[in-house]
């Protein structure tokens, strides 16, 4: 996945937003909307994201001591983490 707004310079898309925007600080009402809707993003890609991290856990060696959990234990871990973070 490419993220075009994050590849450049970063801050010329910044200067295009316009500063009432940039200023505003969202309500409590509008945090926990946007809460929401991100868990709800999360828990709707769990798949994608899963297979996502158990790759990128197998690349890093930094995380060789999970190579202990086979792809299908370390990926249904995560999953579930995924898939439930609503509850918590």
């Not at 909307?33 to 993003?41: D, T, W």
């Amino acid at each position: 996945m490419s993220f075009p707004l994050l590849q450049g310079n970063p801050l010329a898309y910044h200067s295009t937003i316009p500063q009432n925007v940039l200023c505003h600080r969202p309500s409590r009402r509008e945090r926990s909307m946007m809460i929401g809707k991100l868990v709800a993003l999360i828990e709707d890609h769990a798949d994608e994201l899963t297979a996502r991290m158990v790759r990128l856990v197998r690349e890093n060696p930094m995380t060789a001591g999970y190579g202990r959990f086979d792809d299908e234990e370390l990926g249904g871990r995560a999953r579930f983490v995924y898939a439930n973070l609503g509850q918590w």
